[in-house]
């Protein structure tokens, strides 16, 4: 779509939704890899402005997106009758869609799908741990998301994405991809397509355990990044998880695992200089306390032995779906430069590599915080 009939699309979506007031603007908002989001101000009777996020969700990578507005509405609305139950703030604590004129929760308009939601004011979310204290009240949030969530019947929700933390699965497309090897890119990564080969034995160890019934399957949110945590400007404390698409049965070690891939990572998820990622124990450690606080210490002995497993498995996993993603010419996440997905997945496999070598600390560090 041309950026002119993108813009266009935008207006005619803002129009279709029953936002209150007189539109005043809109802009590109955050900085997720799969939906365009859009901040949009209307100004109020009172003369104040109210914000808006509306999303045009990613249909080629959400191929039913009625389902996911459909899990969405089922998940926000049970966490905010706990937000209620709890005395919070529903409209800041959960995510409240806001629905179309046409009453439905989202608009669709053919080529482009969209959904609203009310903006949660006063709060941000970071792409990188700025205090170390923000990555405890992340840690926090997850945790707890997931902790509210055990009594939500898995059985409501659709799976969304069909195998999404499946890595064996993953693996095996791996495979096929650089087999096929479409669009002849598998010269410029030989070295990242043997790091992945070299780890076949560990892909199918998560899934084989809950296989085995000795990980138990959770609802859990599974894209559990920093940015996906909205903090308070000036309490610091989170205050709402958001990016619910992916909600959906899971693994609690998935979980937490994604979250240290980004946030205790001490580069950035696209860093090309590899001499400044590693995995950073501190910030390991300090996102421990902070999700099993969360989590209300529900988790079992198995599922605590195998959180650091979940770490390095989630990187792993992300390292190759960007490989995936470069071989086969850029088609699922957005790039902003050449090779991008390329970078990213170096990226993730320098700290695979890193983890690898401090797995028995992070091991050390789970036993401590949990005894
Ligand atoms: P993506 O799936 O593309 O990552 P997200 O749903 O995570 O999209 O939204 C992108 C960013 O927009 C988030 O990182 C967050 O900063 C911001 N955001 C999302 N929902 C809200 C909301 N309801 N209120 C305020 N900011 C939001
Ligand atoms: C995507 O949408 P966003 O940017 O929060 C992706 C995650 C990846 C992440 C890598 C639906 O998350 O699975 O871990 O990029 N989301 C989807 O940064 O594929
Ligand atoms: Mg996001």
Redesign the pocket.
């Known amino acids: 779509m041309s950026g002119t009939d993108a813009n266009k699309a935008v207006l005619e979506a803002i129009e279709r939704f029953d936002f209150p007031g007189t539109f005043i603007d809109y802009a590109r908002h955050g900085?997720?890899?799969?939906?365009d989001t859009y901040m949009v101000r209307f100004e109020q009777e009172d003369g104040s402005v109210k914000k808006y996020i509306l999303q045009r969700i990613n249909t080629s990578?959400?191929k039913n997106p009625d389902a996911v507005m459909e899990n969405i509405g089922l998940v926000s609305n049970f966490i905010r009758e706990k937000v209620k139950a709890n005395g919070g703030d529903p409209e800041r604590e959960a995510l409240t869609i806001v629905f179309a004129k046409d009453g439905k929760p989202f608009f669709d308009a053919g080529e482009s799908f969209f959904r609203a939601y009310l903006y949660i004011d006063g709060a941000v979310s970071y792409e990188a741990v700025e205090k170390p204290e923000d990555f405890y009240e992340a840690g926090f949030a997850f945790g707890r998301f997931q902790y509210l969530l055990s009594e939500f019947k898995a059985d409501d929700l659709s799976e969304v994405?069909p195998g999404?933390h499946d890595t064996g699965a993953r693996f095996e497309r791996f495979k096929q991809v650089v087999k096929e090897d479409k669009v002849g890119r598998c010269k410029d990564a030989a070295k990242e397509i043997q790091f992945v080969l070299d780890r076949a034995a560990d892909m199918t160890v998560c899934m084989d355990k809950l296989k085995d019934g000795k990980l138990p399957l959770r609802v859990t949110h599974?894209?559990t990044?920093l940015?996906?945590v909205m903090m308070d400007e000036k309490s610091g404390k989170a205050v709402c998880v958001v990016?619910l698409?992916?909600v959906m049965p899971g693994l609690s070690i998935n979980d937490f695992g994604?979250a240290i891939?980004?946030g205790a990572n001490t580069a950035a998820?696209d860093e090309v200089d590899l001499n400044k990622v590693s995995l950073d124990l501190n910030l390991f450690e300090i996102y421990t306390k902070g999700f099993l606080a969360g989590c209300n210490n529900s988790l079992t002995d198995e599922e605590l032995k195998m959180l650091p497993m979940g770490a390095k498995m989630?990187t792993l996993e992300?390292g190759m779906?960007?490989l995936t993603d470069f071989l086969e010419g850029d088609v699922?996440?957005k790039i902003h430069r050449d090779n991008h997905n390329l970078d990213?997945a170096r990226c993730q496999f320098a700290l695979v590599a890193d983890m690898e070598k401090k797995m028995s600390d992070m091991d050390e560090i789970v036993r401590n915080i949990s005894k």
């Open positions: 900085n997720g890899h799969i939906n990578v959400f994405i999404f599974n894209d990044k940015n996906n990016d698409d992916t994604d891939r980004f998820e989630m992300c779906r960007f699922y996440f990213r």
